[in-house]
C-alpha cells in the first residue's frame, strides 16, 4: 500500500485549498480513508475520515469548512478546505485502516502518507 498527498501549499486566510491522496495497493471501497494533521509542537489531530460506505466524519475545528471525499475507480481520496485560518496550518497527512470504528485514533491506521505542508497566513 502506497499514499501520496499532493496539494499542500502557502494561502491566505479565508482561502480555499484541495488536498490529494493517490491511493496504490489498496481498494478505497474496502477501508477507511482519513486525513490527520499535525500542527508544529502537537500531537496528529484528526481531521476528517470517510468509511468504505462513503459516511463522512470531521473534527469539530474543521466541520462546516472542510469537506472529504473520494473516487473509488481512480484510487483518490480528496480534502477540500474552505475558509482556512492560521490555524490550520500543519502537515496533512493521508491515512488508511481496515473497518470503519475508531476512525480517529491515530493508532488504528495502519497506512500512512509522507504529508503536505498547509501554511496559512493571517
Known amino acids: 500500500v502506497q499514499l501520496v498527498e499532493s496539494g499542500g501549499g502557502l494561502v491566505q486566510a479565508g482561502d480555499s485549498l484541495r488536498l490529494s491522496c493517490a491511493a496504490s495497493?489498496?481498494?478505497?471501497?474496502?477501508?477507511?480513508m482519513a486525513w490527520f494533521r499535525r500542527a508544529p509542537g502537537k500531537e496528529r489531530e484528526f481531521t476528517a475520515a470517510i468509511w468504505a460506505s462513503g459516511f463522512q466524519f470531521y473534527g469539530d475545528s474543521v466541520k462546516d469548512r472542510f469537506t472529504i471525499s473520494k473516487n473509488n475507480a481512480r484510487g483518490t481520496v480528496s480534502l477540500q478546505m474552505n475558509t482556512l485560518k492560521p490555524e490550520d496550518t500543519a502537515v496533512y497527512y493521508c491515512?488508511?485502516?481496515?473497518?470503519?470504528?475508531?476512525?480517529?485514533?491515530?493508532?488504528?491506521?495502519?497506512?500512512w502518507g509522507q504529508g503536505t505542508q498547509v501554511t496559512v497566513s493571517s
Open positions: 495497493g489498496v481498494a478505497l471501497n474496502n477501508v477507511t
Open positions: 491515512a488508511a485502516k481496515y473497518g470503519p470504528y475508531s476512525y480517529t485514533e491515530v493508532a488504528q491506521y495502519t497506512h
